[in-house]
């Protein structure tokens, strides 16, 4: 079974700075999907940015990106030029390649806050 | 579009009670998930549904847990009896193939709080 770890359980950033935010996972697997989601306090369940692990370039969304290190299976997320909107939990989630397996397995998640 | 939707939002209710949570979702999305979320546990995956037949349905806890699917656009998840240690936000989420890639949308989460 495949399991995704989040070591840090609180992360600060100040406004305007950048903040990486670790994650790890495991699985005998060669091809499968690495997420990001959001919580804000709202509860909502955001999708930040998704990395296919075929592919060797990082995904990246605006001021979003991730370092995707498959050997290693790491999959850390950065945020550039902090918002204090970014505050939040974050998530790192795993998926299958596999057919009519669909599940996604989340690690605990992270907790940022962001300093004015 | 609406996103995925959940009812009630927030739901308080005693010990032993029948709790019935709902879920509306995406038109058009033939995968459904149920989550929970507890700070032990973080995010566990309850059961799913493809084309409203139940996939996979290994993370329910027990058998108080029924969920179903009666239509395309209509889910519940059951709690009889509840309990406390039920007590957790979930999660209704839905995507529109299998594909892996495919992101699944959640919706805002039932707080469900057994007193």
């Known amino acids: 079974a495949q399991t995704v770890t989040q070591s840090q359980p609180e992360m600060s950033v100040q406004e305007a700075e950048t903040v990486t935010l670790s994650c790890t996972y495991d699985?005998?697997?060669?091809?499968?999907?690495l997420f990001w989601y959001k919580q804000p306090p709202s509860r909502q369940m955001i999708l930040v940015i998704r990395q296919e692990a075929y592919k060797q370039q990082n995904a990246t969304e605006n001021r979003f990106s991730v370092n995707f290190q498959k050997a290693a299976k790491s999959f850390s997320l950065k945020i550039s030029d902090s918002q204090l909107g970014d505050a939040a939990m974050y998530f790192c989630a795993y998926r299958s390649e596999g057919g009519a397996n669909s599940k996604l397995t989340f690690g605990k998640g992270i907790t940022l806050s962001v300093r004015p | 579009d609406a996103g995925v939707i959940q009812s009630p939002r927030h739901e308080v209710t005693e010990m032993g009670q029948e709790v019935t949570l709902r879920c509306k979702p995406i038109s058009g999305h033939d995968y459904l998930f149920w989550y929970r979320q507890t700070m032990m546990r973080g995010l566990e995956l309850l059961i799913y549904?493809?084309?409203?037949?139940?996939?996979?349905d290994s993370g329910m806890p027990e058998d108080r847990f029924s969920a179903k699917m009666p239509n395309a656009s209509f889910s519940t998840l059951k709690i009889q009896p509840s309990e406390p240690r039920d007590s957790a936000v979930y999660f209704c989420?839905?995507?529109?193939?299998?594909?892996?890639?495919?992101?699944?949308?959640f919706g805002d989460g039932t707080r469900l709080s057994i007193l």
């Open positions: 699985t005998s697997e060669s091809d499968y999907y």
């Open positions: 989420a839905s995507s529109w193939s299998a594909g892996p890639n495919q992101p699944q949308h």
């Open positions: 549904f493809n084309n409203n037949v139940p996939i996979d």
